[in-house]
């Protein structure tokens, strides 16, 4: 919904010929192997979402749609009065459980992951699709995705020796400073070298009975709270903790970027041009 940003981003147009980052990702998406995009939309933007950004991809690919809405809940739960605020990234991936059936990648849609996001988790998905609950997630360098104007939240990863994944953290208020990047809130210094959550998971459709299980017992814990959100990284986090899946971290180099704040949008268009100049996109795209 934007609310830091002021606005639907996941709609602005960034590219030189106006594309928005989701452009950009399912493009590189595309190149990597993958044939089907869904799109986890609300309701109430459905018909302006499938004319802007939808039906230009419908050509090329299996197009998609599934929704996040407040009253998609378990058998035995309400929406608590007062609520308005959507579920949490756990429960949009939920969403779309009866549209998704084979090995898929989950990401934000206003956020850059570049290609070599899809290419790694893909070919991860590629290698591993039978193995039922094996996912992954593209693990990016902090010091890659930080604003240069204000603070972010990230979860922090921590691994194994054979790079499964053990945790993952959430720190709310992580800033670059003149002393290094710190997570303001508590205080907590980084190298920069830490890999971080960008919500870029690849998993099979086994996840989805985990994830109804989890939202279950977070609507346990948390349902009544007017603004509590099931995120994805504690989601995963806890099938980990319990041993239902194993999470392999997979290293994306890419420079991560997004519109975390209004004042973003004019160096995200800086660098989409670059690498426009660079020939690594054409635009439009095609």
Known sequence: MGSRYGGLKQMDGVGPGGETLLDYSVYDAALSGFDRVVFVIRRDF???????????????????????QLHDLPEGFSVPEGRTKPWGTGHAIL????????????????????RDAFAAVGGFL??????GTRFCMGGYRLDATLSE???????????????LLKTV?????????????????????????ERVSMNCWGFTPEVFPLLEAGFKDFLKARGSEEKSEFYIPNAVADMVSSGAATVQLVPVESQWFGVTYREDRPL???????????????TPLG
């Open 149 to 163: 104007h204000g603070s972010v939240s990230r979860g922090v990863c921590q691994a194994d020796a054979d790079g």
């Open 46 to 68: 459905e018909e302006e979402f499938k004319d802007r950004v939808g039906r230009p991809y419908e050509d090329r690919l299996d197009v998609g749609y599934a929704f996040q």
């Open 169 to 193: 953290r959430e720190h709310t208020q992580i800033q670059r400073t003149a002393q290094g990047i710190t997570d303001l809130a508590e205080g907590v210094e980084f190298t920069g070298a």
């Open 95 to 114: 969403a779309a459980r009866d549209v998704v059936d084979s090995p898929f990648v989950a990401i934000n849609a206003d956020d850059f992951y570049g």
């Open 126 to 131: 590629k290698a591993h699709q039978k193995e």
């Open 268 to 282: 995200v268009a800086a660098a989409l041009a670059e690498l426009t100049a660079k020939g690594e996109y054409p």
